[in-house]
């Protein structure tokens, strides 16, 4: 007779589970759970004490202008890169895909940008594009002050999304060629002997067939947009000229760490949370509809 | 082998003779100082430590930057919310109210006292002095670092204009800028408006002309003050500024575009501007070669009777918490900090300036101010001197004020990108400030300042 161990479905699920809970309940449901009850409750920063608030903190926020020009620019910063980072990277990676000469090349460097820390990338873009010194001032010495990021407000957005736009295009790049690639070659190869071109193709073929890593990077990016563009920001426009890219995450840095306001950045950074759930839900409820799994 | 077998025979002759050494010399009391400099500033600080260690055999000060002020603030709140604080910390002149309402430090006063030194604290300048002191005058923390602002002015593109002294007053600068744009210069002079530049254009400016930045004699009060920049004399200084900057006569320099104003100066590119005294030694070795310059006070509109301009820096605080041994080593190591010697290598190797009047008069003995890289930085020491603190020209003793400045930067830079006009841009400064310290006064209920 043969002997089997078995174990209750439960206990070894748990079990299995158990590892994961603790890093997650210590890596987030802790510190969430901290920020949620420092947000109802005025902190001293010293620690000497604390008042309960109540929802006061949220209706300050709420209430003032400052607040919702932070989260309209991150909604526009977000939108803005996002598409760009995504639409470069497709573009590049189905030139890579049609293996051009070279493409072996492109394949590993446009890998790179990804692997660059936020700071040290910011530090170049900002030597990049400084107005008198960098590679743009040329642009000055043909129309004198167009390009000024040290007070003119859209050109330091403009500068901020070039930054966080040229990281992801490696980032999304990876994935887009991996997607191309999945692709069976005898499926493009019919289309060709069909007559199709290369941008017939693309459309009717490989677009439908990528869809999934397209919906993929699109929940990605536009999450990482909220919350990695924070080194970007802080080396090179602190938030800057008269808070045009005071970007919800640095707001909530520049609130907390250097005002010392621990409770209004905490309710900050409920607020951020709430909206990446709410924007990540309604892209799953309207998008992925559009989405075609094999 | 023989190597190996010598290596181990020194190392264990070593391992012997600290164990035998031990009983005979009390291990040093060790005890943490941080401090927010970096750079050329911080091994200044870390030779000041070694020296002090040097000095004595009790005592052993382990000095650690933290990188910068703002860091340093946080890494210490994280610290001792954790129990682990340093015993001595250096926080920046703005953070004083945030210090005071904390309760986690030991008065310095009191400390000196408890450990037998005798300090003499009519001897700190009272410009300095008042700063860091309660409203009733005791000296919670000990100035450290210290500077003041001050207008450094190219002497050569002067002269091309006629003038061989810096200008006094506003209106002169107006004209002189002027000059020097028809000259054929094409960056008079250079500003930059971002948080830091609050110290020097608006701090500064408001003491100098007696004009309060606050409510309740700047904050020393209160903690219900309101700020009231908008209906002071910086309100025309500011005009002017834009007005200035309109025509051409002052350009915005700062590292995001390229050069920040001190490197403009140093390098000839701009003929005037304001910064800290500390920028001396910079601007003096780097400067273009054979460039002619000098530093003066900073100028006064006409008929204003010149105040004492205000201090900036940091003043070193001893936590609560610690043990006795420590609290001894951290009055010693402040002890040695006083000297006038200590002063005078502090100086000699940084731009700050002396923040005793033993220590000048020391320095000036040594025949410091005479000499050529160190000439002119008695400037500071006049302006800082220029008359009693008044009520107004103690300090600023507001709490979150690093957001306030922010704020300064966020509404000059709306006003000189023709956003808003001067008046609709003080006024949002005012109300968005106030906005900051009435949370400040939220979080601390019934406390008031000492």
């Given at each position: 007779?043969?002997?089997?161990?078995?174990?209750?479905?439960?206990?070894?699920?748990?079990?299995?589970?158990?590892?994961?809970?603790?890093?997650?309940?210590?890596?987030?449901?802790?510190?969430?759970?901290?920020?949620?009850?420092?947000?109802?409750?005025?902190?001293?920063?010293?620690?000497?004490?604390?008042?309960?608030?109540?929802?006061?903190?949220?209706?300050?926020?709420?209430?003032?202008?400052?607040?919702?020009?932070?989260?309209?620019?991150?909604?526009?910063?977000?939108?803005?890169?996002?598409?760009?980072?995504?639409?470069?990277?497709?573009?590049?990676?189905?030139?890579?895909?049609?293996?051009?000469?070279?493409?072996?090349?492109?394949?590993?460097?446009?890998?790179?940008?990804?692997?660059?820390?936020?700071?040290?990338?910011?530090?170049?873009?900002?030597?990049?594009?400084?107005?008198?010194?960098?590679?743009?001032?040329?642009?000055?010495?043909?129309?004198?002050?167009?390009?000024?990021?040290?007070?003119?407000?859209?050109?330091?957005?403009?500068?901020?999304?070039?930054?966080?736009?040229?990281?992801?295009?490696?980032?999304?790049?990876?994935?887009?060629?991996?997607?191309?690639?999945?692709?069976?070659?005898?499926?493009?190869?019919?289309?060709?002997?069909?007559?199709?071109?290369?941008?017939?193709?693309?459309?009717?073929?490989?677009?439908?067939?990528?869809?999934?890593?397209?919906?993929?990077?699109?929940?990605?990016?536009?999450?990482?947009?909220?919350?990695?563009?924070?080194?970007?920001?802080?080396?090179?426009?602190?938030?800057?000229?008269?808070?045009?890219?005071?970007?919800?995450?640095?707001?909530?840095?520049?609130?907390?760490?250097?005002?010392?306001?621990?409770?209004?950045?905490?309710?900050?950074?409920?607020?951020?949370?709430?909206?990446?759930?709410?924007?990540?839900?309604?892209?799953?409820?309207?998008?992925?509809?559009?989405?075609?799994?094999? | 082998m023989t190597i190996i077998k010598r290596g181990v025979a020194a190392l264990a002759a070593g391992a012997l003779s600290s164990l035998l050494a031990m009983p005979a010399f009390a291990e040093p009391v060790k005890f943490d100082f941080w401090f927010g400099l970096s750079g050329d500033l911080a091994r200044v600080v870390d030779t000041m430590c070694k020296n002090f260690n040097e000095s004595q055999k009790d005592y052993e000060v382990v000095c650690t930057s933290q990188g910068n002020y703002d860091a340093?603030?946080?890494?210490?709140?994280?610290?001792?919310?954790?129990?682990?604080?340093?015993?001595?910390?250096?926080?920046?002149?703005?953070?004083?109210?945030?210090?005071?309402?904390?309760?986690?430090?030991?008065?310095?006063?009191?400390?000196?006292?408890?450990?037998?030194?005798?300090?003499?604290?009519?001897?700190?300048?009272?410009?300095?002095?008042?700063?860091?002191?309660?409203?009733?005058?005791?000296?919670?923390?000990?100035?450290?670092?210290?500077?003041?602002?001050?207008?450094?002015?190219?002497?050569?593109?002067?002269?091309?204009?006629?003038?061989?002294?810096?200008?006094?007053?506003?209106?002169?600068?107006?004209?002189?800028?002027?000059?020097?744009?028809?000259?054929?210069?094409?960056?008079?002079?250079?500003?930059?408006?971002?948080?830091?530049?609050?110290?020097?254009?608006?701090?500064?400016?408001?003491?100098?002309?007696?004009?309060?930045?606050?409510?309740?004699?700047?904050?020393?009060?209160?903690?219900?003050?309101?700020?009231?920049?908008?209906?002071?004399?910086?309100?025309?200084?500011?005009?002017?500024?834009?007005?200035?900057?309109?025509?051409?006569?002052?350009?915005?320099?700062?590292?995001?575009?390229?050069?920040?104003?001190?490197?403009?100066?140093?390098?000839?590119?701009?003929?005037?501007?304001?910064t800290s005294v500390g920028d001396h030694g910079t601007v003096g070795r780097t400067q273009k070669e054979g460039m002619n310059w000098d530093v003066a006070e900073l100028p006064v509109y006409a008929g204003t009777e010149r105040k004492n301009s205000l201090v900036g820096g940091a003043s070193l605080w001893v936590l609560s918490g610690k043990s006795d041994a420590e609290y001894k080593g951290a009055a010693a190591f402040l002890n040695f900090i006083h000297d006038p010697k200590t002063a005078l290598f502090w100086s000699t190797n940084t731009g700050y300036i002396p923040v005793t009047k033993s220590g000048f008069d020391y320095m000036k003995g040594q025949g410091f101010y005479d000499k050529a890289?160190?000439?002119?930085?008695?400037?500071?020491?006049?302006?800082?001197?220029?008359?009693?603190?008044?009520?107004?020209?103690?300090?600023?003793?507001?709490?979150?004020?690093?957001?306030?400045?922010?704020?300064?930067?966020?509404?000059?830079?709306?006003?000189?990108?023709?956003?808003?006009?001067?008046?609709?841009?003080?006024?949002?400064?005012?109300?968005?400030?106030?906005?900051?310290?009435?949370?400040?006064?939220?979080?601390?209920?019934?406390?008031?300042?000492?």
């Amino acid at each position: 007779m043969e002997k089997r161990v078995t174990f209750s479905k439960w206990t070894i699920g748990i079990l299995f589970a158990v590892p994961q809970l603790i890093l997650i309940f210590t890596f987030f449901y802790w510190p969430a759970g901290q920020a949620v009850y420092w947000s109802l409750t005025l902190q001293q920063p010293w620690g000497g004490g604390n008042i309960w608030v109540g929802l006061d903190n949220f209706r300050s926020i709420l209430a003032n202008p400052d607040y919702w020009r932070s989260v309209s620019a991150s909604l526009v910063f977000a939108g803005i890169s996002t598409g760009l980072a995504m639409f470069i990277a497709l573009v590049l990676a189905a030139l890579t895909d049609r293996q051009l000469a070279g493409s072996w090349l492109y394949r590993v460097v446009l890998i790179w940008p990804y692997g660059i820390a936020a700071p040290a990338l910011a530090l170049a873009f900002r030597f990049i594009l400084a107005p008198e010194a960098g590679f743009l001032s040329v642009v000055n010495q043909m129309w004198p002050g167009i390009w000024d990021p040290g007070l003119d407000g859209t050109d330091a957005m403009a500068s901020i999304i070039v930054a966080f736009s040229w990281k992801y295009v490696g980032y999304n790049f990876i994935f887009f060629l991996a997607a191309f690639q999945a692709i069976p070659r005898s499926l493009i190869e019919a289309a060709a002997m069909d007559g199709s071109g290369v941008i017939r193709r693309f459309w009717d073929i490989q677009f439908p067939l990528i869809t999934p890593t397209i919906f993929f990077l699109l929940v990605i990016n536009i999450t990482e947009s909220f919350q990695d563009s924070f080194g970007i920001v802080d080396i090179m426009t602190s938030g800057g000229p008269a808070n045009a890219t005071n970007l919800m995450v640095y707001k909530i840095y520049s609130d907390g760490f250097k005002g010392l306001d621990y409770s209004g950045a905490a309710a900050q950074s409920i607020i951020l949370m709430l909206l990446i759930i709410l924007l990540t839900i309604f892209q799953f409820r309207f998008l992925e509809r559009r989405v075609h799994y094999r | 082998m023989t190597i190996i077998k010598r290596g181990v025979a020194a190392l264990a002759a070593g391992a012997l003779s600290s164990l035998l050494a031990m009983p005979a010399f009390a291990e040093p009391v060790k005890f943490d100082f941080w401090f927010g400099l970096s750079g050329d500033l911080a091994r200044v600080v870390d030779t000041m430590c070694k020296n002090f260690n040097e000095s004595q055999k009790d005592y052993e000060v382990v000095c650690t930057s933290q990188g910068n002020y703002d860091a340093t603030l946080q890494n210490t709140i994280a610290a001792f919310r954790a129990g682990k604080q340093p015993t001595v910390v250096q926080v920046y002149d703005v953070g004083t109210a945030t210090m005071m309402l904390s309760g986690a430090y030991k008065p310095a006063d009191k400390l000196m006292e408890e450990n037998g030194y005798k300090i003499d604290y009519a001897d700190y300048f009272p410009g300095i002095a008042r700063y860091y002191a309660t409203s009733k005058g005791e000296m919670l923390s000990f100035p450290f670092n210290s500077s003041t602002a001050l207008m450094y002015w190219n002497k050569d593109a002067f002269a091309k204009i006629g003038k061989t002294e810096a200008p006094k007053t506003w209106e002169d600068v107006g004209a002189d800028l002027k000059a020097m744009k028809d000259a054929g210069y094409e960056c008079p002079m250079a500003i930059n408006i971002s948080a830091n530049e609050s110290w020097q254009l608006m701090e500064q400016f408001s003491a100098i002309h007696n004009q309060p930045i606050a409510t309740k004699n700047n904050g020393y009060d209160g903690l219900d003050a309101r700020l009231e920049v908008n209906k002071t004399k910086f309100v025309q200084y500011v005009t002017d500024l834009k007005k200035w900057y309109d025509a051409g006569l002052i350009k915005i320099k700062s590292k995001d575009l390229g050069q920040d104003m001190v490197q403009a100066f140093a390098t000839g590119t701009c003929q005037v501007i304001l910064t800290s005294v500390g920028d001396h030694g910079t601007v003096g070795r780097t400067q273009k070669e054979g460039m002619n310059w000098d530093v003066a006070e900073l100028p006064v509109y006409a008929g204003t009777e010149r105040k004492n301009s205000l201090v900036g820096g940091a003043s070193l605080w001893v936590l609560s918490g610690k043990s006795d041994a420590e609290y001894k080593g951290a009055a010693a190591f402040l002890n040695f900090i006083h000297d006038p010697k200590t002063a005078l290598f502090w100086s000699t190797n940084t731009g700050y300036i002396p923040v005793t009047k033993s220590g000048f008069d020391y320095m000036k003995g040594q025949g410091f101010y005479d000499k050529a890289p160190y000439k002119g930085r008695e400037v500071a020491i006049a302006s800082l001197t220029a008359s009693e603190p008044t009520e107004i020209t103690r300090g600023i003793r507001l709490g979150n004020f690093t957001q306030i400045r922010a704020e300064f930067g966020t509404q000059m830079q709306a006003i000189f990108a023709n956003k808003v006009s001067v008046q609709e841009g003080l006024d949002t400064l005012v109300k968005n400030g106030d906005a900051i310290l009435d949370r400040f006064q939220q979080t601390y209920p019934g406390k008031t300042l000492p």
